[in-house]
């Protein structure tokens, strides 16, 4: 079940985005991380920030209005279909999103093309001098056909 991130879920919610970027971001110092733990999780604190929940958090998405700020599913949770509801839920929100995702990070990238998205831009990460995709997904525009 998604639904609105608690206090309490700050633990695992931080967690899941430690371990999640260490894993899919091994071409950044781990460092970079732990030194912006604190940062982070203030951040998350008052974000709006929507979890996967099936009885443990397994999962959390968060937004700053249309952009994907961050996606995250527990390592042992991956495949099981929760980033994609996690996405799904955030576009039912918001109507169109975007995300930036390192280039490396082709797992990430798969995910946003095969869920709809599609690269806009590129550019190279003034932190690290890696390349940087922004992603949109497509506005869908309903018109309808009038009567007469």
């Known amino acids: 079940m998604i639904r609105e991130f608690r206090a309490g879920d700050l633990d695992e919610v931080m967690s899941i985005w430690l371990s999640g970027n260490r894993k899919a971001h091994s071409f950044v110092p781990s460092s970079f991380f732990e030194d912006r733990f604190d940062e982070v999780s203030s951040a998350i604190s008052k974000a709006e920030v929507y979890v996967f929940d099936d009885g443990e958090v397994k999962g959390f998405i968060g937004l700053d209005g249309s952009y994907v700020a961050g996606l995250f599913v527990r390592c042992d949770s991956r495949g099981a279909g929760i980033g994609r509801e996690l ?34 831009c590129s550019f190279e990460n003034e932190d690290f001098g890696e390349n940087e995709v922004l992603l949109k997904n497509p506005v869908k525009e309903y018109r309808v056909k009038p009567k007469y």
Not at 100 to 119: I, T
Request: a positive charge; charged letters at 20%; hydrophobic letters at 45%.
């Open 87 to 120: 996405l799904s839920h955030a576009l039912s929100l918001k109507g169109n999103l975007s995300v930036h995702v390192f280039s490396r990070n082709e797992k990430a990238m798969r995910f946003y093309l095969r869920n709809g998205f599609f690269p806009v």
